[in-house]
């Protein structure tokens, strides 16, 4: 069946570093990936998507290319901040009417000053 | 913006209770879901409706049912609390016409059940 599998965390990171989570998907068609975040406390929300192979999303400076040869969408930051702490999750979906996502187990980020 | 409200943040329940999970959105959007998060596993989908009164079971709907009388509202019902359902429970909605796929999810801010 489909299914999302990203890296394990946590990750942690000094203040300006360069950060990559790499996901990597399994799924019949052609699915729209995501990236969501959850910040301490809070719900999920999105932090960027893409809806076909090549397209790259990108928000508040991370960016994530949508890899159709290698099913990867692997998520990057050229400096993170302290604030960039949270849980990252990636996510698929098949577009058709009335399906869900399907999430990877998140990977926890932790940014040090 | 979309708001998607769950009615309690934070509960405490007794083994065997009956326990409601509501659920609200304001954006007139068809889809609507629960998802249980824990530490190690993820989100998991438990159930999710795709329109009134319709419903379809996700991956662990065992001990768990659902209610969507409205469009706006989807409850979360647990017949009898067990301890095993201790986690956070997420609610979340989007638009669900055709080619639904690309559209955004919009969670809520979860509900973190402990029974005891």
């Known amino acids: 069946g489909d299914s999302v599998t990203q890296m394990e965390g946590p990750v942690t990171l000094s203040e300006e570093a360069f950060l990559t989570i790499n996901c990597t998907y399994t799924?019949?068609?052609?699915?729209?990936l995501f990236w969501y975040v959850q910040y301490p406390g809070e719900g999920l929300q999105l932090l960027l998507k893409?809806?076909?192979?090549?397209d790259k999303g990108s928000n508040k400076g991370f960016e994530a290319t949508y890899r159709k040869e290698t099913t990867s969408f692997h998520l990057e930051k050229g400096s993170v901040q302290v604030s960039d702490s949270a849980v990252y999750f990636c996510a698929l979906s098949i577009n058709q009417a009335g399906t869900a996502l399907i999430f990877g187990k998140g990977t926890t980020l932790s940014v040090s000053s | 913006d979309v708001k998607v409200t769950q009615s309690s943040r934070y509960l405490v329940k007794r083994t065997g209770e009956k326990v409601f999970l509501e659920c609200v959105q304001d954006m007139d959007h068809e889809n609507m879901f629960w998802y249980r998060q824990d530490p190690g596993l993820g989100l998991r989908l438990i159930y999710f409706?795709?329109?009134?009164?319709?419903?379809e079971k996700g991956d662990i709907p065992e001990g768990y049912s659902v209610s969507r009388e409205k469009k706006e509202r989807f409850s979360l019902i647990l017949e009898s609390a067990s301890t095993n359902q201790t986690s956070m429970y997420l609610c979340?909605?989007?638009?669900?016409?055709?080619?639904?796929?690309?559209?955004?999810?919009?969670f809520g801010a979860g509900s973190r059940l402990t029974v005891l």
């Open positions: 799924a019949t068609g052609y699915p729209s």
């Open positions: 893409a809806t076909k192979a090549d």
């Open positions: 979340a909605s989007r638009t669900g016409t055709r080619g639904t796929g690309a559209n955004v999810l919009t």
């Open positions: 409706s795709y329109d009134v009164k319709m419903k």
